[in-house]
């Protein structure tokens, strides 16, 4: 008894037996989640990690979108952005790819404010072989006299999908088929 009260000052409001089951708990339900399915676990990528820019596409097509698996993959999507005294590496580390794959959408807007959220996750679910984003588009409020490339990165873990379903404001703007070879839309230039 005395010693769970020592860690509990030590570490704060809750004790350590129960912060290492809370810890494992949250663990096996990630796990069990990209499994079974439910909510997938992801991290955005910050617009300033990377001194890059994505590919330029058809402007038929409003919507960017990509499921980057390999280094190859994001070589293809993203070009880098040389800019004298600026030590961002141009990309992830390769061994990113073992675990973790970079799920991508992308619009050309016009300039939004500072601040500005233009692309958001509303939900990220997995069913089976099936990954489904939601996000929110919400245009810059006021014309820019240039447009932007805004970019929404998540980094998910590795696992292996036959389609990702992108619904954009609750409307679907594009099915990767993964399974058919399907990793853009549009497709890459040159892959």
Known sequence: ???????HRAIGSVP?????VAVAAGWWLASAAMVFGGEVPFEIVGRND???FVVNWDDSQAVFMAL???PEDYVAVFHPAPVVGNRKPFGPAPELF???MILL???????PA???KVLTVEGLAADEGTLTLRYRFTPPAERATFSVKEVLQL???RRELSVVRILENEKPVGELRLAEGVWSIPPVPGR
């Open 98 to 100: 073992d675990e973790q």
């Open 105 to 111: 959408v992308s619009r050309v807007v016009t300039a």
């Open 50 to 52: 990377y001194s890059n």
């Open 16 to 20: 350590v037996r129960r912060s290492m």
């Open 114 to 116: 500072d601040g500005e």
């Open 155 to 157: 980094r998910i873990p």
């Open 68 to 70: 980057i698996r390999t």
């Open 1 to 7: 008894m005395n010693m769970e009260w020592n860690a």
